[in-house]
T-cell receptor, first 113, second 114 residues
Framework: GESVGLHLPTLSVQEGDNSIINCAYS??????FIWYKQESGKGPQFIID?????DKRQGQRVTVLLNKTVKHLSLQIAATQPGDSAVYFC????????????FGTGTRLTIIP | GAGVSQSPSNKVTEKGKDVELRCDPI?????LYWYRQRLGQGLEFLIY????????KSGLPSDRFSAERTGESVSTLTIQRTQQEDSAVYLC????????????FGPGTRLTVL
């Protein structure tokens, strides 16, 4: 079956540095990917998304890269701030317009002041 | 405007009891989703409502789980005869439309079954 997983469960980054969070997916037919941020005690918050017909998308301080050849997704956060400390999940939608998301386990990002 | 709200924020119950969890979506959002998040894990899809269409119940783990939604408003997730493995955070999300429209999540209900 489909699965979405993360390479690293935890990541510590010095404040001001850039961080990269990685995600692997197994369903080559997946069409849509989302990164969510979840702070302690809160629900996930949408960060950025990307369709499978793209390989890069940029937001404010965040960039998502999609490598369909190796089924790999990454989230880059530039100039990290203490408020970036959270658990980050990638999520996969197998078919565009199919509403069910499959979430990965998550990576805990800690920003060191 | 107000976001997605859920109640209660915490629920402790005894094994075998029934529980009801409530979700108030963002006003005007036609789609509503329930997810379960076990400790240290990702989100597990449970059920999806879209307008007046029949809900997608394919993620419900057993017949002890059910959910209802009144029109395009409040939804209730019911777990009957709770088991310890039901302990988790139950998250609700809503989106304006279906498909890839951004899902906005509530803070969740932390359920602990003793």
């Amino acid at each position: 079956g489909e699965s979405v997983g993360l390479h690293l469960p935890t990541l510590s980054v010095q404040e001001g540095d850039n961080s990269i969070i990685n995600c692997a997916y197994s369903n080559s037919a997946s069409d849509y990917f989302i990164w969510y941020k979840q702070e302690s005690g809160k629900g996930p918050q949408f960060i950025i998304d990307i369709r499978s017909n793209m390989d890069k998308r940029q937001g404010q301080r965040v960039t998502v890269l999609l490598n369909k050849t190796v089924k790999h997704l990454s989230l880059q956060i530039a100039a990290t701030q203490p408020g970036d400390s959270a658990v980050y999940f990638c999520a996969e939608m197998p078919n565009f317009g199919n509403e069910k998301l499959t979430f990965g386990t998550g990576t805990r990002l800690t920003i060191i002041p | 405007g107000a976001g997605v709200s859920q109640s209660p924020s915490n629920k402790v119950t005894e094994k075998g009891k029934d529980v009801e969890l409530r979700c108030d979506p963002i006003s005007g959002h036609t789609a509503l989703y329930w997810y379960r998040q076990r400790l240290g894990q990702g989100l597990e899809f449970l059920i999806y409502f879209q307008g007046n269409s029949a809900p997608d119940k394919s993620g419900l783990p057993s017949d002890r789980f059910s959910a209802e939604r009144t029109g395009e408003s409040v939804s209730t997730l019911t777990i009957q005869r709770t088991q310890q493995e039901d302990s988790a955070v139950y998250l609700c999300a809503s989106s304006l439309l279906e498909g890839t429209d951004t899902q906005y999540f509530g803070p969740g209900t932390r359920l602990t079954v003793l």
